[in-house]
């Protein structure tokens, strides 16, 4: 790939995928690239820089210093977060995307951005959601995350920057916390249930949602910058995915580790108003056809996982089920 940038490196996405990359591609040919950082946050290791997306210039400096080929442009506000403060998320999410499509432009550069399942909207097909389909989302994460997609295609249409992108749904990791996301709940649950074996969950019990685990949207996203471009029909977005699942599964399927673990609704209005303007299900069928996306865990897996995981994180027991 060359070298690679990653922006918002300390985010729910960024911290894991730096990670990854520097294992793949060596700790030389990695950037790392936060409005903060703290020296806990990257153990000393590979190149550093404070940089904030919205300065075009201070970003431009980067690329040029180290020579970059690639970015992963993760910088966002995220949907429930957005929506508390709608002008400065637009301003920051499009904004920082407009910077780098332009570096990116300069320099011919690739670029992935994720976008979301929050780029659809009440008007979308619910169930097996086309890759193809009406969008027109109803919150200010969702707008942009709609927009971004069709700037990205724009660039690589007009000006052939090689814009890449995945249509994220909630992610679950035991490594990152929840950073205002409308599928926090999914990360929350494991938490509260491995200390303190109950939750209270913001959604309704029948919100159906799509997931994925931390270790599965890495891996989508280096095997689509990896991917032959001329397999690729479509760019940005991709829809992509691993279960389908509510509050209520999770719950079930974490009491097979922890038989007295409890879960009580206490409804967000806002967040729930979000998850039900956004599809039930995902059809990935164009990932898989194009660039051989398939997922490696599922809810039982991943749920396994996560509650071992979990448990060294936080040093606490949890009773071996047989």
Same mark, same amino acid.
Request: proline residues 5%.
């Given at each position: ?130 890759? !193809? %389909? ?10 942009? $995350? *709609? @927009?971004? /997609? =069709? ?54 019990? !029948? %919100? ?10 890495? $891996? *989508? @996203?280096? /095997? =689509? ?54 599809? !039930? ?42």
């Amino acid at each position: 790939m060359g070298k690679i940038l990653v922006t918002g490196a300390l985010g729910q996405i960024g911290s894991e995928l730096s990670l990854q990359l520097k294992k793949n591609y060596g700790e030389e040919n990695i950037v790392l690239s936060d409005i903060r950082f703290r020296s806990q946050d990257t153990n000393d290791q590979g190149f550093v820089e404070i940089s904030d997306c919205t300065n075009m210039r201070s970003l431009g400096d980067i690329v040029n210093r180290h020579s970059i080929k690639v970015i992963f442009h993760l910088a966002s506000i995220l949907s429930a977060a957005a929506e508390e403060k709608p002008q400065f998320a637009w301003n920051l999410n499009m904004g920082c995307l407009y910077n780098v499509l332009e570096i990116a432009r300069e320099n011919k550069i690739a670029v992935f951005v994720p976008s979301s399942i929050a780029a659809f909207g009440p008007d979308t097909p619910q169930n097996k959601t086309p890759q !193809d %389909t009406i969008q027109r989302p109803n919150t200010i994460y969702g707008i942009s $995350k *709609a @927009a971004g /997609e =069709l700037l990205c295609d724009y660039y690589y249409k007009r000006f052939g920057v090689d814009t890449r992108g995945l249509r994220y749904p909630g992610l679950i990791s035991y490594k990152t916390l929840p950073g205002g996301g409308t599928t926090d709940y999914a990360v929350e649950i494991f938490y509260e249930a491995v200390k303190h074996k109950k939750y209270y969950c913001y959604l309704d019990a !029948d %919100t159906q949602l799509d997931m994925m685990y931390m270790p599965d949207a890495i $891996k *989508a @996203a280096i /095997e =689509l910058m990896e991917a032959d471009p001329e397999n690729l029909v479509h760019r940005n977005a991709f829809n992509i995915t691993a279960m389908s699942v509510n509050p209520e599964d999770i719950a079930s399927e974490i009491r097979k580790h922890i038989p007295d673990f409890s879960m009580e609704y206490r409804v967000d209005p806002l967040r729930q108003k979000i998850a039900d303007s956004w599809p !039930d299900s995902l059809d990935d069928s164009a990932a898989r056809n194009e660039w051989g996306w398939k997922p490696d865990y599922d809810l039982r897996s991943m749920t396994t996982d996560m509650i071992s995981k979990l448990s060294e994180k936080l040093q606490m027991q949890i009773p071996k089920m047989n």
